[in-house]
C-alpha cells in the first residue's frame, strides 16, 4: 500500500556528515508529517527531527545545531543532513510518515539504515 524506503546510511569518522534520504511510495495522497528516529543498540526508538507538511520543525535537542531536516512534497522525500556526527550518533535511522492514502491515514515506518560513527 505504502513504502518508505531510506538511504544514505554508513561509515564515517566523527565530525564527518552523511545525508539521509526517504521516499514514499505507492498509495500516497499527501503526507502530514515526516520525520526520522533511530535506535541504538540496548536503547529505545527516539525522535531524531520531524517535518510537518507546512516545514514546521522540531528536533531532538542532541541534535539541535547539527542535524536539518527537509521535505520535497512534490517527490514525497524527506531528507536529514547530518553533520558534525558523534559517536553517540550511532544507530539505526528510520524514516516514519504520517500519510493519508486512497483507504485511509496512518502512521508508516521504513526499514531502517544504519549509521556508524567511529571515533
Known amino acids: 500500500q505504502v513504502r518508505l524506503v531510506e538511504s544514505g546510511g554508513g561509515l564515517v569518522q566523527a565530525g564527518g556528515s552523511l545525508r539521509l534520504s526517504c521516499v514514499a511510495s505507492?498509495?500516497?495522497?499527501?503526507?502530514?508529517?515526516m520525520g526520522w528516529y533511530r535506535q541504538a543498540p540496548g536503547q529505545q526508538r527516539e525522535l531524531v527531527a520531524v517535518?510537518?507538511?507546512?516545514?514546521?520543525?522540531n528536533y531532538a535537542d542532541s541534535v539541535k545545531g547539527r542535524f536539518t531536516i527537509s521535505r520535497d512534497n512534490a517527490k514525497n522525500t524527506v531528507n536529514l543532513q547530518m553533520n558534525s556526527l558523534k559517536s553517540e550518533d550511532t544507530a539505526v535511522y528510520y524514516c516514519?510518515?504520517?500519510?493519508?492514502?486512497?483507504?485511509?491515514?496512518?502512521?508508516?515506518w521504513g526499514q531502517g539504515t544504519q549509521v556508524t560513527v567511529s571515533s
Open positions: 505507492g498509495r500516497v495522497v499527501s503526507i502530514y508529517r
Open positions: 516514519n510518515g504520517f500519510i493519508m492514502t486512497t483507504v485511509g491515514s496512518s502512521d508508516y
Open positions: 517535518i510537518s507538511i507546512g516545514g514546521t520543525t
